[in-house]
């Protein structure tokens, strides 16, 4: 009881090094260099407790700054991110009583995020690219939310409200004289449209055991819950989840979850003004990349599994998932409805591109099996063997030529190229790979432990940009081969309540890609301490 009072603060400088895959020895800007990365962050936490209450609040500041690259496989020499991160929170939480309690919760968040690219050295060290760009992004977020709980002897319900505002703003200028003597200059704002949203939210949720009804019921319980949203742009949603389970015999559960959620489109699919005119004096559709329109992407998900232990010595889970998610927001380009596919961007003389959009355009389906089997040989040896196999497809729905929001457009797909006279299906995925891991702890003596660890990363899909995929180009898809990492580290506790960790990370030093076109880690080395007194 009393007061409390907490403050860290944590510094993390990194010399990084090439990010991109380098396949060329020729490339047009300047030979690769290594992309730094810095990390302040500061932590605040007070508060009291005592009486029944716990009351706090907390301050934290980050700022991150980095330097990245262009694309995959382009290295960019001056291209800088700054990320900074204001919060500040309130908590109260007051016990009645054994059985009821009350707890609120007050956020507020602020983020910036400043994206310079200067002009980048081409390869004969001499001379630049002649392209600058400065885009500013700020977000904010304040929420509050009220709960109450009541634990009676077979049952717990917790119930509250919820209200959330959301702000955000950018401003995106660039110039190139590239191509000189073409010069272009684009500056963007959302300053006069001022995007913003507020949520507020009704829910309650609840955990019922079988002996409400009888003993006989002793082995079986329901967890379900249900939340109602409304939104000042999507209106009224809800959501809700049901789980029972059944304990079978003394160590096995069998359960099922089903689940309705939904995601609002973000403020920035919503309000981005970005539009186009045509080159060639044919008037544009005035549509917007930003779709006010947009409808909330329902996903419905599913799992059905089977746990427990045998023996004193096994434990094992065994599930299957499906979810699937209906008004698929997407990225497409629309071009003119009155020139045949074949002819698009054919003609030097006619413009027939009209801008792109955000809209309401598919269905995503996931499904696959998840298990791990833990087995204990005894006090000093252990391993477990976990895994998770995952298949998908994308079905998109063809475009309705009488749709308000494509202005009797034809509709291309940024994601794979396709025109969407037709249905479309993409099978598989991207960078949903199929995984699986391996555990082994052994404990020598009492104060020493090692652990080894293998994990399988299968093969998946992946995306890039190719420019061969219509006038404009789009997204194409490649096949990543699988890999596997090895890792092994020690701990050691010592009598005088100091512990120090020695670790080895891709212990094999293997070259691999988790990302097409961007590099990762080789082997690395860390070492860590910690004293409690």
């Not at 509050?144 to 995106?172: C, P």
Request: charged share 20%; with cysteine.
């Amino acid at each position: 009881q009393g007061i409390y009072f907490n403050a860290a603060g944590n510094i993390f400088s990194c010399n990084g090094f090439n990010a991109t895959v380098d396949t060329v020895t020729t490339t047009r800007v300047k030979s690769p260099d290594v992309d730094p990365f810095l990390k302040r962050e500061v932590n605040i936490t007070s508060g009291y407790e005592g009486n029944g209450y716990d009351a706090g609040l907390f301050l934290r500041y980050s700022n991150n700054n980095t330097s990245i690259d262009q694309k995959a496989f382009t290295d960019d020499d001056n291209y800088r991110i700054n990320f900074i991160r204001r919060m500040a929170g309130v908590q109260l939480n007051k016990k009645f009583s054994d059985k009821f309690e009350m707890k609120f919760a007050g956020n507020w968040t602020e983020t910036n995020r400043n994206d310079l690219n200067d002009s980048s050295l081409l390869n004969d060290g001499k001379h630049y690219d002649r392209s600058y760009s400065k885009e500013k992004y700020w977000g904010e977020q304040l929420s509050g939310e009220l709960t109450a709980t009541y634990t009676a002897l077979h049952y717990n319900l917790t119930g509250g409200i919820a209200s959330v505002q959301e702000r955000m703003n950018q401003d995106i200028y660039i110039y190139s004289a590239a191509y000189d003597p073409f010069i272009y200059e684009s500056h963007t704002s959302l300053d006069s449209i001022n995007p913003m949203f507020n949520t507020k939210s009704i829910f309650i949720h609840g955990i019922f055991e079988g002996d409400m009804i009888s003993s006989k019921w002793h082995d079986f319980k329901l967890m379900g819950g249900f939340r109602f949203q409304t939104n000042t742009i999507f209106g009224n949603n809800w959501a809700f989840d049901i789980n029972p389970s059944f304990v079978l015999g003394e160590h096995s559960l069998l359960y099922f979850s089903f689940a309705e959620g939904f995601t609002n489109p973000s403020l920035y699919q919503i309000y981005a003004t970005d539009t186009y005119v045509p080159w060639d004096g044919q008037p544009g559709t005035n549509l917007s990349l930003g779709n006010r329109g947009l409808k909330t992407e329902i996903t419905a998900s599913s799992e059905l599994g089977l746990k427990g232990s045998f023996d004193e010595k096994w434990d094992y889970q065994f599930s299957i998932f499906h979810s699937n998610t209906k008004n698929f927001i997407d990225f497409i380009y629309l071009w003119d409805k009155n020139i045949p596919v074949a002819q698009i961007g054919t003609d030097p003389n006619r413009d027939d591109f009209r801008g792109y959009r955000y809209l309401n355009i598919g269905q995503q389906v996931a499904f696959g099996t998840e298990f791990y089997v833990a087995r204990k040989f005894n006090d000093k040896f252990k391993v477990r063997v976990s895994g998770c196999l995952v298949n998908g497809y994308i079905n998109y729905l063809q475009a309705n030529a009488s749709d308000p929001s494509l202005a009797g457009t034809q509709v291309q797909l940024y994601a794979n190229g396709s025109y969407l006279n037709e249905n479309v299906s993409t099978k598989g995925l991207i960078r949903r790979p199929s995984t699986m891991e391996m555990m082994l702890n052994y404990i020598p003596v009492k104060s020493t432990g090692i652990r080894f660890d293998l994990r399988y990363i299968g093969p998946r899909y992946d995306a890039y940009y190719d420019n061969l995929l219509g006038p404009m180009g789009a997204l194409n898809r490649t096949r990543m081969k699988g890999y596997t990492l090895a890792g092994l580290s020690v701990s050691h506790n010592f009598k005088n309540a100091l512990r120090m960790q020695l670790g080895i990370e891709n212990l094999f030093n293997l070259k691999y890609q988790e990302i097409l076109g961007f590099a990762t880690r080789g082997i690395g080395l860390h070492w860590a301490f910690s004293y409690n007194f």
